[in-house]
């Protein structure tokens, strides 16, 4: 059975880290991209950030450039975001997906361009 888990969230201060792990089983990560998604009460869900399948390329949104980082591991079929100086408006379920392909540079695209959902690790930020 294909599976990604996600782990690693929690509550913390602002300006505070975390870092989310992605691991997948029943397949190996080797040929997929993986991108990182949130979706914050209330609102649509939104992309983070992407890593391609060598990891060469990544991306991020926005709001997130120059905080987050998206690393993996392939012997360990683990992604992983580390996310510095987290806000308040961070606050959402982080998601990690996975979509088979072997492409030089990651787009991170919207929700429907990915094959395989985890089930989503909470992230507060608070006081």
């Known amino acids: 059975q294909l599976q990604l888990v996600e782990s690693g969230g929690g509550l913390v201060q602002p300006g505070g880290s975390l870092r989310l792990s992605c691991a997948a089983s029943g397949f190996t990560l080797n040929y997929y991209t993986i991108g990182w998604f949130r979706q914050a009460p209330g609102k649509e869900r939104e992309g983070v950030s992407c890593i391609n399948n060598s990891g060469g390329s990544t991306n991020y949104a926005d709001s997130v450039k120059g905080r987050f980082t998206i690393s993996r591991d392939n012997a360990k079929n683990t992604v992983y975001l580390q996310m510095n100086s987290l806000k308040p408006e961070d606050t959402a379920i982080y998601y990690c997906?996975?979509?088979?392909?072997?492409?030089?540079?990651?787009?991170?695209?919207?929700?429907?361009?990915?094959?395989?959902w985890g089930q989503g690790t909470q992230v507060t930020v608070s006081s």
């Open positions: 997906a996975a979509v088979h392909g072997v492409y030089r540079q990651c787009v991170i695209g919207g929700s429907s361009d990915y094959d395989y």
